[in-house]
C-alpha cells in the first residue's frame, strides 16, 4: 500500500462564497452550517469594533445627540427653562418661512447664489488640479507640490482672512502699491457686488489642494493597460483623457457631487461671519449667519431652529434625489439599494 494511503483525509471547511449565503455562513465538505450570531461576530471582530468605538460616541455625541434640540423649532423655548417645559407653538416658529419674511428670503437668495457660483467654480477645481498633478513626470516635482498646496486648509479662516486683508485691504499690498504709484484705490473687501467672488477666490486658495488627495488615490487605480492600449489606437492626451482618465474616476466624482449637495444649504458661516461687518448683512446674510444673528444674537431661538430644520431636511432630500438619479444612470451613489 502507497505511503499516501495511510494518511487520513480531513473534512475541509471553507467560507461561502460572496452573495451565496448569509454574513458568517461556512461550509463543512460541502454541508453548510449554522452562521454566526451577532455576538459571536463581534466577538470575531472585537479589534474593529473597538477602534471604530471612539469615532462612534463622538458622531453620537456631536451629531446625533443633539437632533434633540430639533423640538424648539415647535416651541417658544426659553434658554433657563427645562427643553420640554417651555410653551408649545406648533407651526407658528415656521411663519418667516411659509410667509415669505423679508430678510429670510434675502438670507435664502445668497445662500442659492453661493452656493451655485461655488458648485460651477470650487468644486471643479479640486479635479482640474489633481489632472494635472498626475500628468507630472518627476514624482519629487509632484510631493513637492502637493505638500505647498496642502498647506492652506491647516490655516484657520481668522488666518486666512487676516491674510486676505493684508493684500486687498485698503491698506493692503495692492492698495498701497496703487497709492505709491498715483493710482486710486480698489475696495475689495468692502464691495458688496464682488462679495461672492471674494468669498469664492478664498474656499479655492484654501481647500482645492487638500481635495486633491481623494482624485490623486482614484487616478492611481486606473489600469496603467488602458492607456497603452489607447496609444495603441493613436489616441492623443485629451483623448486620453476625456476616455480613460474621466471614466475612472466618474464614480469618485458623482459621489462627492452628491455628498456637497447634501451640504448645499451651508455655505461657510466662520468665513463669512468673520466678513459680515465689512459689507453689511443684506449682501452677506445666509441661513447659517441668519439662524446666529436671530437666534443667538436677538433671542429668536425657536425661530432660528425652524430655519435650521428646515434646512437639514431640504439637505436630506437633496441627497436621496440625487442619489436616485445617480443610481439611473447606473452608478453606485453613496448607498445603494
Known sequence: MAQTDRIPSRPTTAVTPT??????AVTDGGA????????????RDKVLLLMALPGL?????????PLLGNLIAFQEYLPFVPLGRSAWVGLDNFAVIFNGDAEFLNALKNTLLITIVQVIFVFPAPIA??????????????????????????LSWVIVIAIFQQILGGSGLINNFLRSHGMGTIDFLGNPDGFIA?????????DTGWGTILFLAALTQIDPGLYEAARVDGASRWRQLWHVTVPGIRGLIILLLILRLGDSLSVGFEQIILQQ??????????????VYNNGVLAGQWGVSAAVGLVKGLVGV?????????????????????
Request: cysteine-free; proline content about 5%; charged content about 15%.
Open 277 to 290: 461687518n465689512l459689507v453689511g448683512r443684506p449682501a452677506s446674510e445666509v441661513l447659517d449667519t441668519y
Open 57 to 65: 460616541v463622538l458622531l453620537l455625541a456631536f451629531h446625533y445627540l
Open 19 to 24: 452573495g451565496s449565503g448569509p454574513p458568517g
Open 32 to 43: 453548510a452550517v449554522k452562521p454566526l450570531s451577532w455576538w459571536a461576530r463581534a466577538r
Open 198 to 206: 471674494l468669498l469664492t477666490s478664498q474656499v479655492i486658495w484654501k
Open 129 to 154: 488640479l489633481a489632472l494635472l498633478l498626475n500628468s507630472l513626470l518627476s514624482e519629487r516635482i509632484k510631493r513637492v507640490v502637493q505638500s505647498v498646496l496642502y498647506l492652506p486648509h491647516f
Open 317 to 337: 432630500a437633496l441627497v436621496i434625489g440625487a442619489n436616485k438619479i445617480a443610481h439611473i444612470f447606473g452608478e453606485a451613489g453613496v448607498y445603494q439599494k
